[in-house]
């Protein structure tokens, strides 16, 4: 073998779930990178920044939410509370250069193969032999763009590397979460005037799990744009777009409901990413659309395969925050270890500090002590 651990992608997962493995005594590891550490987060828009806070907790065991270590945090390294993505890309770059992770950017992973005893791993490099392999390729390469007919003729969110790019005075957005907010606050600052079309309306949702409601920080933008902007922001809840066509120049999107909006300018579509696992998908099983794992975040289907990041599912709940994904690096260095017939590895600081949790009921028991009072956003303005 080459290695004993090839993992897929530089991103918060895959350094993260490296440096775990390094703190279990696991040697011989390597990282393939396809672009540069960070890669996914230099693409972001440069107004974007992390919904969830940075503060540097750590020497009372509360570690900063975004750290991919027990030991680091990115609010100490950047002195900002909602880092942007060209400031968390450096920070990962830091961190792999502090821990001398065994790292090679600018390789491809093209194909993964299960042999008789571990994996062959082809980039576009080169060809390798490891007896582990952990994917953390990232969603944000995997726009979903067939949400609707006609979504050829909108742009993605993600494509946009400054929403100073956005040519015309209105904007329609398709989606109301994260991405479709942060879209139209940008863009109403930036003076234009945003409708955006939601098939619920997440503005006035209420959930105790934080990746199914929007964050308290787009909360308070959104509150902040609707008083500050007045007339140019106007939400359109329980509005399911089914189809958008390019007729005469213009752009007309329809709704499950039977609404009809035309827009001069391609529709922005920020309907979020496919499964991190969809370029080696045939290598797991699936009930559906859900991705199934063992309790150690393997594939059911070829042992010693791992995936790691916000794909990640159990019990119905998705581990979308780097603060939920990297609470199972733990639990995959310690498997990694027995699989390799290393001795068992001393992780209780992993677990003191919220990276080993092995325990999946806190999956499914999200529920807060005190209900919470939001305040409440109007629909239009
Ligand atoms: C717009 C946006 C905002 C977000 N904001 C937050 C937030 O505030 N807080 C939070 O906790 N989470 C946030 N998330 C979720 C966050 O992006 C993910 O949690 C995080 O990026 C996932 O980390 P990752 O390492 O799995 O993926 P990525 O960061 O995408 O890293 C994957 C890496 O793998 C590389 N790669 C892909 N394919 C290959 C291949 N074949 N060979 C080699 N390398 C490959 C890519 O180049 C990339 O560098 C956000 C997500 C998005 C899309």
Not at 62 to 80: G, R, V, Y
Not at 180 to 188: E, K, M, R, T, Y
Not at 354 to 374: H, I, M, Q, R, Y
């Amino acid at each position: 073998m080459d290695f004993s651990v090839i993992i897929v992608g530089a991103g918060p997962a895959g350094m993260g779930c490296a440096l775990a493995l390094q703190r279990a005594g696991v040697a011989n590891l390597l990282v393939l990178e396809a672009e540069t550490v960070g890669a996914s987060f230099r693409r972001w828009p440069e107004q974007m920044r992390m919904i969830t806070p940075s503060f540097h907790g750590n020497p009372f065991f509360q570690t900063d939410l975004n750290a991919i270590t027990p030991d680091t945090s990115p609010a100490e390294f950047s002195q900002k509370e909602h880092l942007s993505g060209r400031e968390y890309a450096d920070y990962l770059q830091a961190v792999a250069f502090h821990f001398k992770l065994n790292l090679r950017e600018n390789e491809r992973v093209l194909q993964i193969s299960p042999e008789s005893k571990g994996y062959s791993v082809t980039t576009d490099k080169a060809g390798y032999r490891a007896e582990i392999v952990i994917w953390a390729g990232g969603e944000f390469s995997h726009p979903k763009t067939g949400a609707f007919q006609g979504a050829e003729h909108c742009a993605h969110s993600s494509v946009f590397r400054t929403w100073n790019d956005y040519q015309g005075d209105d904007a329609l957005i398709i989606g109301g979460y994260e991405s479709g907010i942060d879209a139209a606050c940008h863009l109403v600052q930036l003076g234009k005037r945003a409708l955006v079309l939601s098939s619920g309306e997440p503005w006035i949702a209420d959930h105790a799990d934080p990746s199914e409601v929007l964050s308290p920080f787009t909360r308070e933008r959104l509150l902040h744009t609707m008083q500050n902007y007045s007339g140019q922001l106007n939400l359109r809840g329980n509005a399911t777009v089914v189809s958008v066509d390019h007729l005469s120049g213009r752009y007309i999107v329809k709704t499950a409901e039977g609404e009809v909006f035309d827009s001069k300018h391609r529709p922005i579509a920020a309907t979020g990413f496919q499964s991190a696992l969809t370029p080696i998908k045939d290598l797991f099983a699936w009930e559906g659309s859900t991705p199934q794992f063992t309790d150690e975040d393997e594939s059911t289907l070829h042992p010693g395969l791992y995936y790691t990041g916000p794909s990640l599912i159990h019990q119905g709940s998705k581990f979308c925050f780097i603060y939920k994904f990297r609470a199972r690096f733990g639990v995959i260095a310690r498997s990694v270890a027995r699989r390799l017939d290393y001795p068992e590895p001393d992780l209780e600081n992993d677990r003191n500090r919220g990276f080993l949790v092995d325990d999946l009921e806190c999956c499914t028991n999200c529920e807060c002590a005190v209900e919470s009072k939001p305040e409440p956003v109007e629909a239009k303005a």
